[in-house]
């Protein structure tokens, strides 16, 4: 059965610095993976997603995540942290589209000023 | 084009009743997935519906938890006889037909139910 591994329930990082959220999955077949955001007392929107093909894949907001197939992660990055991001970010995966999405625990990012 | 829509936004039940959701899909959508999102915890999968049948209900309580999505009208998930533990947000998702490219599920915005 496929699961989502996210490391850091909470994260801070400085308005300006990098963005790093972790992520590592396990699944027995190439699956489907997906970061989404979700703002406070908002539903999750998606950020970005890896089906086939590209393994850097470029989202909204500046946000990318890298599909390491080696290391079984999906780690998110944003170059440069803005204090609109703050909020927290869920990694999922899926094996089928039409499958049920597994969700990470979150991690909640904060942006110190 | 109108994204999911769910209702109410927020419900409050004592201890006993009955909570009702519902959730319109996206235009065009006839595939829709119920998740539970307990506090500090992530998403977890309820149930995945299709028009008039009942796809997936590996994630829903044996007891007290119901959904459908009828031919017309919104899907509905019910819980009868709430418990305190029931208190979360629930989110509806919605998914288009298999014969078209995208395979994203568009999450509305929850309803956060409170038991009292």
């Known amino acids: 059965a496929q699961s989502v591994t996210q490391l850091g329930s909470h994260v801070s990082v400085s308005e300006g610095a990098l963005v790093l959220l972790r992520c590592n999955y396990s699944?027995?077949?190439?699956?489907?993976l997906f970061w989404y955001v979700q703002y406070p007392n908002q539903g999750l929107q998606l950020l970005l997603k890896?089906?086939?093909?590209?393994?850097l894949v470029k989202g909204i907001n500046g946000f990318e995540a890298e599909f390491k197939k080696s290391e079984t992660s999906f780690h998110l990055t944003k170059p440069s942290a803005h204090m609109s991001d703050a909020a927290e970010y869920f990694c999922?995966?899926?094996?089928?589209?039409?499958?049920?999405?597994?969700f990470g625990k979150g991690t909640r990012l904060h942006i110190l000023p | 084009n109108a994204g999911v829509m769910q209702n109410p936004r927020h419900l409050v039940r004592r201890r006993g009743q009955e909570a009702r959701l519902r959730c319109s899909p996206m235009k065009g959508h006839s595939h829709v997935y119920w998740y539970r999102q307990l506090p500090e915890e992530g998403l977890k999968f309820m149930v995945y519906?299709?028009?008039?049948?009942?796809?997936?209900e590996s994630g829903m309580p044996k007891e007290r938890f119901s959904a459908e999505f009828p031919k017309e009208g919104p899907s509905i998930l019910r819980i009868q006889q709430v418990v305190r533990g029931d208190s979360a947000a629930y989110f509806c998702?919605?998914?288009?037909?298999?014969?078209?490219?995208?395979?994203?599920?568009?999450f509305g915005p929850g309803t956060r139910l409170t038991v009292l």
């Open positions: 998702a919605s998914s288009p037909d298999l014969t078209q490219y995208t395979d994203t599920q568009y």
């Open positions: 999922a995966v899926t094996l089928n589209r039409d499958d049920k999405i597994i």
């Open positions: 890896y089906t086939t093909g590209a393994t």
């Open positions: 519906l299709q028009k008039e049948n009942i796809i997936d």
């Open positions: 699944s027995s077949v190439p699956p489907y």
